[in-house]
């Protein structure tokens, strides 16, 4: 779990630094990370005992692929374009706090009131991140609407894990991401046809290409791997608390190459977040 979430940290400067230099956007940086790690987790699956997957479910897997994968990682591959990688990370450890509230919402699980005032602390602690960042820090050219679409990015996947909560328990975790990246490859490829065919390819340099093999390979590939090992020897509440390494490793990996700063009201929002999500993952549900 350590290894996997330094990964996901690394990914938001490694990503924004490879974006940076005009070549490889946003969308051709997420169809790298679909189509790649869809390749992967075929290769890997030859490997793996097989499972039959029936028509029906192959199609709730299209769905699921739309709002886990496609929405999920495109809004976060282009918000993190337009934020500070630190910003970034902060705000994906708002996800659980979203799972919680629409797990009550939509599945009528019973929270507690300690629980509640940590959606409510870490929400606000997002809004102050989000509202509160007009262009502070030195990587984002437009912090608000980068903020907005890694939130976005977070919901997604909040959405994913509920409506898909008993139905992810069906099949392995290999079988599910092949199938989901490969849907999602082939409904994003068709709007980013355009950039792949206009892209200056022969002006791609070397730490660019190894950026991207970063983020299919380390930061995608190989962190769902090292994720899958960690469930299994680790309770539920011991692999949440790892998420708090993710923004620490991209804060400080942004200060050091200056994508990023330190300012009191994110440090008040980082604040909030933390103890948001400590006070839901700590609390106990009611019976």
């Known amino acids: 779990m350590l ?28 169809d790298f990370r679909i189509v790649g790690a869809a390749l992967m987790f075929w290769l890997y699956s030859l490997m793996c005992p097989k499972e039959s997957v029936p028509a029906g479910d192959k199609l709730r897997l299209l769905g699921a692929a739309l709002i886990g994968i496609v929405f999920n990682q495109g809004c976060y591959i282009f918000g993190v374009s337009h934020t500070a990688p630190g910003e970034a990370a902060v705000i ?35 809004l102050i991140l989000v509202l509160g960042n007009l262009g502070t820090a030195a990587g984002g050219g437009n912090n608000i609407k980068g903020d907005l679409l890694v939130l976005t990015a977070q919901l997604s996947y909040a959405c994913y894990l509920t409506f898909y909560k008993n139905f992810i328990r069906k099949y392995s975790v290999v079988t599910l991401m092949k199938w989901m990246f490969t849907f999602a490859a082939i409904v994003i490829l068709p709007f980013s046809a355009d950039s792949i065919l206009s892209a200056r390819w022969h002006d791609v340099t070397a730490g660019e290409i190894a950026g991207v093999a970063y983020v299919v390979a380390g930061a995608t590939f190989v962190a769902y791997i090292l994720v899958m090992i960690g469930q299994k020897n680790l309770r539920p509440a011991v692999v949440g608390m790892y998420n708090y390494v993710q923004p620490v490793v991209a804060t400080a990996v942004g200060i050091a190459v200056g994508l990023d700063k330190v300012t009191g009201m994110k440090i008040v929002a980082v604040a909030m977040i933390f103890w948001g999500v400590y006070l839901v993952s700590a609390s106990r549900s009611k019976a």
């Open 3 to 30: 290894g996997a979430n330094v990964m996901w940290g690394l990914m938001a400067p490694v990503a924004k630094m490879v974006m940076a230099a005009g070549i490889i956007g946003p969308l051709l940086m997420t």
């Open 92 to 126: 994906t450890t708002t996800m659980p706090l979203w799972v919680l509230l629409l797990s009550a919402v939509v599945l009528k699980e019973a929270i507690t009131g300690r629980k509640i005032t940590g959606i409510i602390l870490g929400g606000c602690g997002a």
